[in-house]
Each structure stands twice: as C-alpha cells, then as structure tokens.
C-alpha cells in the first residue's frame, strides 16, 4: 500500500472507530466514590466549551511500526458548523485536509490532487458503525458523548469508580465498544473505540491540560490504532500554539480543482 494510502486508512479508522481501557482497579477502601449522576455533572462543567477554536501549531510525531516522522498539522474548528485538519509534511506544504461538515467528510490528497466524500452512513454500512459529527467535535474537543448520538445517553454506560479518584465509563452498542477514563479533575484522560471482540481499536488519550481564554483543554494527544493490542499507526500530538473563540477563516479546499476517487477502490 503507498505511504498516501497509509494516511488515508488511518483518517478513515480514526473516523470509524474508538477505543476501552483493560486494568481497571476499584476503590480502596474507605473512598466514597461520587454517585453516576453527580459525576456526570462535574465532567460536564469541566468540559471544554467554546464557539470556535484555531489550533494553528501542532507538532505531529508520526508512527507507523519502526518508522517515525515528525510533521505539523492545524485544526481549525467552528462548533457545530465544520472541522478542518491540514497535515503538513515538511517545507509548508500542504499535504492532506480533512474537512468535517454536519451532512457529509471530504478527505483531499493534494499530492495526488485527488479527493474522497461521502456521508457518515458510509461507515455504518461499510464497518457497521455509527459515527457522526458530533463524534468528532466531541473527540476535538474531550466532550462527553455518545458515539454516533447527539450528546451523551447516561442511562447506556456502566459506571466504575476507581482509585486516586479516576472514574470510567463504558458502553456496548452492536458490534462495537465505546469507554471513557476520567481524571480526579473531571477531565478526560482516555477515550477507546474498538470491536466488540477488542482486536481492533483506536485509543485517545488527552495529557497536560492548560487553560486559554478560560477555555480548559489538553495540550497533548495521542492518537493510537491497535491490532489485538498491537500499535499500527500513532499520532502523538502537541498543540504549541491555540485560540479560542477569535474570528478566522477555515480556508476550506475547492473539490473542482480536484478529481473525485472512490473510497471502494481504496479500500475494498
């Protein structure tokens, strides 16, 4: 497979899939852990809420088995609107963009000046998944949610209370597993995505939280898609330069100075 198509596959995992932690340890005794309903309102209020946010440095190292590379990447984001993610590979150029929008993703090679759209549908239909934008708003922005819904159903999760005054949740929707680890902050440490059976996943998780123009999020994310525990692919991201809420344009690409290629061809 081209190294462009590596890429490719990892965006289109990363759009389907996420990941549940293993090793959960209870409470010692004596904690008295917070009720389901309490915590979920403390992780709400800690969420980070914004209108727009312009992540226009990120220091990207790349692995995929042995291989590293290091690229910079900018994700730009209007809530509730779109979400635009350039990888630039070296030398200011612009390699990839995935571009999120409510009804439809498009996903542009511009090495090759090609690009790839569709609906969410695609991925229930090929993985049988349900994914949506707010999945990814979520994921951009460590917000509770449930993979595929508007929000977050509580009544769908089992609730764990651990030690040092982490929490988990987890859920089970079809052939799919979806979990969330909690720092004693009520910050989001791990978000998981993966099958049923756990062979394949794709792991989140969020470190250094920082506060900018009141707006709480994390400074580091890790971007990890396993194969019965194995890495695949990971993205270890460092955000060095973020706003929020400030007025900027998302310079989304023009699909006519593009030819359209089939996701199916790619990915049989």
């Known amino acids: 497979m081209r190294k462009a198509n590596v890429f490719i596959l ?107 759209t569709d609906t969410y549908e695609y991925f229930n239909l ?44 987890e859920r089970t929707e079809g052939a799919f597993r979806q979990s969330l680890t909690a720092y004693a902050d009520h910050t989001v440490e791990q978000v998981v995505w993966s099958d049923r059976d756990e062979h394949f996943a794709l792991m989140a998780t969020y470190r250094d939280y920082a506060v900018n123009r009141g707006v709480n999020y994390p400074k580091n994310i890790l971007l990890e898609c396993l194969a019965d525990g194995a890495a695949l692919l990971r993205l270890d991201m460092k955000v060095e330069k973020v706003s929020f809420n400030t007025d900027f344009r998302l310079n989304p690409a023009n699909p006519e100075r593009y030819k359209r290629a089939s996701l199916d061809q790619l990915l049989p």
């Open 126 to 169: 090929k993985w049988g998944v349900k994914v949506d934008f707010d999945s990814f708003q979520s994921l951009f922005s460590t917000r509770f949610f449930s993979n595929g819904t508007k929000g977050m159903n509580a009544q769908n999760w089992k609730y764990t209370p651990m030690e040092s005054g982490k929490n988990k949740i």
């Open 10 to 116: 990892f965006v289109l995992i990363l759009m389907a899939l996420l990941p549940s932690c293993k090793g959960t340890r209870s409470l010692e005794r004596g904690e008295q852990p917070a009720s389901f309903r309490h915590w979920v309102k403390l992780m709400q209020q800690h969420e980070s809420s914004f209108v727009s946010m312009n992540a226009s440095r990120i220091s990207v190292k790349a692995g995929m088995g042995e291989k590293e590379l290091n690229v910079s990447a900018s994700l730009r984001m209007r809530t509730d609107s779109a979400i635009v993610l350039s990888v630039i590979p070296f030398m200011g150029i612009e390699m990839y963009t995935l571009e999120l929008y409510p009804d439809r993703w498009m996903l542009y090679d511009k090495v090759n000046r090609v690009y790839y």
